[in-house]
C-alpha cells in the first residue's frame, strides 16, 4: 500500500534527472560500449514503469490522466514467422520498420508493456560525417545520442512492434509527477473517482 504519492513522485523526479544528466555527458564517440547506456535506459524505464503502474493501482493517478492518449509508433509483423528469443534480435525483419503506423496508448497500457517487455531495443540518432560517403562506409557514422526505445510485451511480440520517442516517455513522467488528485469519491468504502480538478473547476 502507498500512502503517500509524493515519496515515490519525488524518486521518479530524481531519477529522471539523472537519466537526463547521464546521457547529457555520455560521449558516444569517446566510449563506443553501448552496454552501459542501455543497461542503464532499461533499468531506469523499467523501475519508472513499476512505480507509476503500483501508483495507479492504488488510485494515485488521476482519472483524467488515466483517460490519456500520448502517441507513439506502431509496426505490423511482415508475416506470420514465430517471434523467439533467438530471432526477437532481427527487428529488421520481422516488422515492417519503413511503415510506422501512428497509435495512441494510455499510461497503464504503456507501462504494462514496459514492465512485461519482451523487446526493449534503443534507437540511436545515427549522423554522417560526411553527407558525400557512402552509408556502407561504417566509420563515417557516429552515434549523436538517444531517440527512443522499440518495444513489445510477451502479448503483442507476434503482433507488433511499437516505438516510443525518449522525450516523450520523460514527458509523461512529467506529468505523473505533477499529477495531484482534489477530489475523490468513494462507494462502499471502494474509490470510484480520483479527480485532479476540484468541483469549482469543473
Given at each position: 500500500?502507498?500512502?503517500?504519492?509524493?515519496?515515490?513522485?519525488?524518486?521518479?523526479?530524481?531519477?529522471?534527472?539523472?537519466?537526463?544528466?547521464?546521457?547529457a555527458?555520455?560521449?558516444?564517440?569517446?566510449?563506443?560500449s553501448?552496454?552501459?547506456?542501455?543497461?542503464?535506459?532499461?533499468?531506469?524505464?523499467?523501475?519508472?514503469?513499476?512505480?507509476?503502474r503500483?501508483?495507479?493501482?492504488?488510485?494515485?493517478?488521476s482519472?483524467?490522466?488515466l483517460?490519456?492518449?500520448?502517441?507513439i509508433e506502431?509496426?505490423?509483423?511482415t508475416?506470420?514467422?514465430?517471434?523467439?528469443?533467438?530471432?526477437?534480435?532481427?527487428?529488421?525483419?520481422l516488422y515492417?520498420?519503413?511503415?510506422?503506423l501512428?497509435r495512441?496508448?494510455?499510461i497503464?497500457?504503456?507501462?504494462?508493456?514496459?514492465?512485461?517487455?519482451?523487446?526493449f531495443?534503443?534507437?540511436?540518432?545515427?549522423?554522417?560525417?560526411?553527407?558525400?560517403?557512402?552509408?556502407?562506409?561504417?566509420?563515417?557514422?557516429?552515434?549523436?545520442g538517444?531517440?527512443?526505445?522499440?518495444?513489445?510485451s510477451?502479448?503483442?511480440?507476434n503482433?507488433?512492434?511499437?516505438?516510443?520517442k525518449?522525450?516523450?516517455?520523460?514527458?509523461i513522467?512529467?506529468?505523473?509527477?505533477?499529477?495531484?488528485?482534489?477530489?475523490?469519491?468513494?462507494?462502499?468504502?471502494?474509490i470510484?473517482?480520483?479527480?485532479?480538478?476540484?468541483?469549482?473547476?469543473?
Amino acid at each position: 500500500m502507498i500512502l503517500d504519492s509524493e515519496i515515490w513522485k519525488n524518486d521518479l523526479k530524481k531519477e529522471t534527472k539523472k537519466i537526463k544528466k547521464f546521457f547529457a555527458k555520455w560521449d558516444f564517440e569517446e566510449d563506443d560500449s553501448i552496454g552501459k547506456p542501455f543497461i542503464t535506459l532499461q533499468k531506469f524505464s523499467i523501475y519508472t514503469s513499476v512505480v507509476i503502474r503500483k501508483l495507479i493501482d492504488v488510485r494515485k493517478i488521476s482519472d483524467e490522466l488515466l483517460s490519456e492518449n500520448f502517441s507513439i509508433e506502431n509496426y505490423k509483423k511482415t508475416d506470420s514467422t514465430k517471434v523467439t528469443k533467438w530471432n526477437g534480435y532481427e527487428i529488421e525483419k520481422l516488422y515492417d520498420l519503413e511503415l510506422p503506423l501512428k497509435r495512441n496508448i494510455s499510461i497503464k497500457k504503456l507501462t504494462d508493456y514496459l514492465i512485461h517487455s519482451f523487446h526493449f531495443i534503443p534507437k540511436y540518432d545515427w549522423k554522417k560525417f560526411d553527407q558525400e560517403l557512402e552509408d556502407e562506409d561504417a566509420e563515417n557514422w557516429y552515434n549523436n545520442g538517444i531517440l527512443g526505445i522499440y518495444f513489445s510485451s510477451d502479448k503483442t511480440k507476434n503482433e507488433s512492434l511499437y516505438f516510443i520517442k525518449f522525450n516523450d516517455y520523460l514527458n509523461i513522467i512529467e506529468k505523473v509527477i505533477s499529477d495531484h488528485i482534489v477530489q475523490v469519491q468513494y462507494m462502499e468504502r471502494e474509490i470510484v473517482k480520483a479527480s485532479n480538478k476540484s468541483k469549482a473547476s469543473s
